[in-house]
């Protein structure tokens, strides 16, 4: 593995604020439990391990952790506090509203005021805080994927907590380069939150516009989420840097383009660590021809 000399992939600051992260971060998504079918459910199986983690992602230099109270629900936001409070003075906590939980695990929409603003309340209660960095509004017109639709009632919502100093910051999740747009013109957009990865790169003209504009790109499910990435080219380009796929795939991503940051999430202290090693991880020429070549090939497997 080529070592580069990058702290965890180096830092961006979110346009005109005073937070400035590295650009590997940590999801706690993860460290939710699961009952059944319900995933991101209920505590974890070991608490004392799920607290490890979080302790370990700060000790080496994480210092921007994504979270939601609809994780559990309510559980990731009570083991970050457990974890972290008092928070480290440069630790940046992005949060995300606008979903709500079924007693069968689903994932149901909560985008009216009223229901923005007890979720507001919920992640400023259940971590300890005063004030919320960051907080992403997720689109739910589609659960799997962006879907038009306005968002300027549940925006417009947002920015009036902002205004009353529960909120720094605002970001998107979920949402079309129209959104972004249109969301822009009611408040401030600091971060756009979408699945992206090595292989489904729909999201690639929203990036390069976004960089232009100083605004952070936060991909998730950097290997496709619950139906993993199978790739062998991907392999292949692991087994010959000697490194995992996901740090590959990591790695293309911190490459990819300078406003991304990343938030792999993980409940392994050890997995953790082999995630944060990505950062430092050279991505050789003939490896990222390789690994560009994946996009073009997973579109013409979707059209057949």
Not at 70 to 85: E, K, V
């Amino acid at each position: 593995m080529q070592m580069s000399t990058s702290n965890l992939g180096g830092q961006f600051t979110f346009p005109a604020t005073s937070l400035t992260v590295r650009r590997m971060g940590y999801g706690a998504m993860q460290l939710a439990g699961r009952d059944g079918n319900k995933l991101v459910w209920g505590p974890p199986r070991d608490i004392d391990a799920a607290i490890s983690v979080l302790r370990e992602a700060v000790a080496s230099g994480v210092n921007h952790i994504d979270t939601s109270d609809f994780y559990g629900p309510h559980i990731t936001n009570q083991l970050i506090r457990r974890a972290l409070h008092p928070y480290p003075e440069n630790l940046v906590i992005v949060t995300k509203v606008s979903a709500r939980r079924g007693e069968d695990g689903s994932w149901l929409p909560a985008m009216s005021p009223k229901e923005l603003t007890q979720a507001v309340h919920d992640n400023l209660r259940n971590l300890g805080l005063d004030v919320l960095d960051v907080v992403n509004l997720r689109s739910m017109f589609a659960v799997h994927g962006p879907a038009e639709g306005s968002l300027e009632e549940p925006l417009t919502t947002l920015a009036g907590l902002r205004e009353k100093g529960l909120i720094r910051h605002i970001g998107l999740s979920n949402v079309t380069r129209k959104q972004v747009e249109d969301g822009g013109k009611i408040a401030p957009i600091v971060c756009v939150q979408n699945a992206y990865n090595v292989a489904n790169r729909a999201d690639d003209p929203l990036i390069d516009e976004l960089e232009k504009q100083g605004i952070a790109y936060v991909p998730f499910f950097p290997l496709g989420g619950f139906n993993l990435l199978q790739s062998s080219g991907l392999s292949e380009v692991a087994e010959s840097l000697k490194a995992t796929p996901m740090q590959v795939a990591l790695a293309w991503l911190l490459h990819r383009s300078p406003n991304i940051l990343l938030i792999p999430g993980t409940s392994s202290v050890e997995h953790l660590r082999e995630n944060l090693a990505a950062a430092k991880l050279t991505l050789p020429a003939s490896a990222l021809k390789v690994l560009d070549q994946l996009a073009s090939k997973t579109d013409a497997a979707a059209q057949h």
